[in-house]
């Protein structure tokens, strides 16, 4: 399938002998452990002003979880992703076993010398979300585009998992 086909984002599907033995991870080990440290290590909020909220807790060492939609409609499942600064070559889209995952990446570096001041700065952040899809798709159709910092991967769904109209008799 050439990339025409398949929108401006390649999409990597691989069978189920590929994904049998691996564990999605979205977040190392040692990332865990400290984003459990600092969340119990803290005192008992007063009045729950201190609880961060839930989609930023994982926020932490450039690491960074997109917000999805998931849109089940009658012929396809349309997945968005908020995913600003991120280039179409830093995204890696993944489709095994009708579970889509969002892979992500963006680095930068800047030096400023004026005098006696110097700074130089680098800094990379990374994401990954994966996401069950709600009936089978037909892998050979999905298309990916971004435009203005959203995602859109359009999986069109196979005759088996299309919506069916049942009369009642």
Known sequence: ???????????????????????PSLHPITSMEKAFDRFFGRRWPSLWSDI??????????GLRLPSL?????????VVRAEIPGIEKKDINISLADNVLTIKGQTS?????????????????????????????????????????????????KSESSKRKTIKVQ
């Open 69 to 77: 939609d998931v849109i089940d409609r009658d012929a396809e499942v």
């Open 52 to 61: 961060p909220a839930v989609d930023t807790l994982f926020e932490f060492e």
């Open 108 to 156: 930068s570096e800047s030096k400023e010398e004026k005098g006696d001041y110097y700074r130089h700065e680098i800094s990379s952040s990374s994401f990954a979300r994966s996401v069950s899809l709600p009936g089978n798709v037909d892998e050979s159709k999905v298309v990916a585009n971004l435009k203005d910092g959203i995602l859109e991967v359009t999986l069109p």
């Open 1 to 23: 399938m050439d990339d025409k086909t398949k929108g401006n984002i390649p999409v990597t599907t691989t069978g189920k002998e590929a994904a049998k033995g691996t564990w």
